[in-house]
């Protein structure tokens, strides 16, 4: 499978699973409760995969979704977001420090 088949189904991917996670932010609160822990356990954790695969490799969507997952169920929201910085900040020290060691 070439890159741009890939790009193409990571796509389409993280966009057929951003729509429920939009029912659920735009939804009747009374509605959309039953959707709670799909939302947030399943449709959520696949539309950061797709983007971070799309952005960095399979490798950094893995950890990044197993971080937010991790950080999400034992601290909260709070902690999961600084998290996605943390490891935002960590792959761009990585890059710089590996692009100086090739130079």
Do not use: C, T
Not at 57 to 84: C, K, N, T
Request: charged share 10%; net charge positive.
């Amino acid at each position: 499978m070439n890159n741009a088949m890939k790009r193409s189904i990571l796509r389409w991917i993280h966009l057929i699973f951003a729509i429920p996670v939009l029912g659920y932010i735009y939804g009747e609160p009374s509605q959309v409760q039953q959707y709670v822990s799909g939302a947030r356990f399943i449709f959520v954790p696949v539309v950061m995969l797709a983007g971070y695969w799309m952005y960095a490799d399979l490798f950094f969507a893995i950890i990044g979704v197993a971080l937010w997952l991790g950080a999400y169920r034992l601290s909260g929201f709070g902690v999961a977001l600084v998290s996605q910085v943390a490891l935002f900040i960590a792959r761009k020290i990585w890059l710089v420090v590996h692009a100086r060691r090739s130079a």
